[in-house]
């Protein structure tokens, strides 16, 4: 199972966060037609992590996302509402440990040993009037 679909997955899946959001949950980029709050999935880098004094690899893969929390409009409850999104999406993400299934058959499954947030910054974009605050996360994971 791939990090990026197991997260999203994830994600819509907790109420909390897509009651502030619905399904606007995307991975890549943001779709133009797309005006109500969102967040925007992206993997920065992936790296399998090795084990020391072996010429093998562990099984365990620490990969690094981006998340943007957007929210379109210049008054400043929209601002408060980007910052509503990020609380609930570190909340959601620092939750996360164990196995996430795919749901399929047969079923693939992916281990989540940990993940952490490791930047944070909110700007404001004129030229689409939207607020966003973005973070960087590490997530460290293994094929279960």
């Known amino acids: 199972m791939d990090i990026r679909l197991a997260l999203r997955r994830v994600l819509i899946a907790d109420a909390g966060l897509t009651a502030l959001v619905a399904n606007r949950i995307f ?29 093998g690899v562990s099984n365990l893969t620490k990969s690094t996302f981006r998340f943007g929390c957007v929210v379109r409009g210049d008054e400043d409850d929209a ?39 490791i930047h944070t910054t909110d700007f404001y974009d004129d030229p689409t009037e939207s607020y966003w605050v973005r973070s960087d996360w590490e997530v460290h994971h293994a094929l279960a």
């Open 27 to 55: 991975g890549g980029k943001l779709p133009q037609r797309i005006t109500d709050p969102a967040i925007v999935i992206r993997l920065h880098e992936s790296d399998d992590i090795m084990i020391l004094n072996s010429p």
């Open 79 to 117: 601002y408060d509402k980007v910052c509503d999104i990020d609380i609930e999406l570190r909340r959601v993400l620092q939750g996360i440990r164990g196995q996430i299934s795919d749901g399929n058959s047969p079923e693939e499954t992916l281990q989540i040993v940990g993940t952490w947030r």
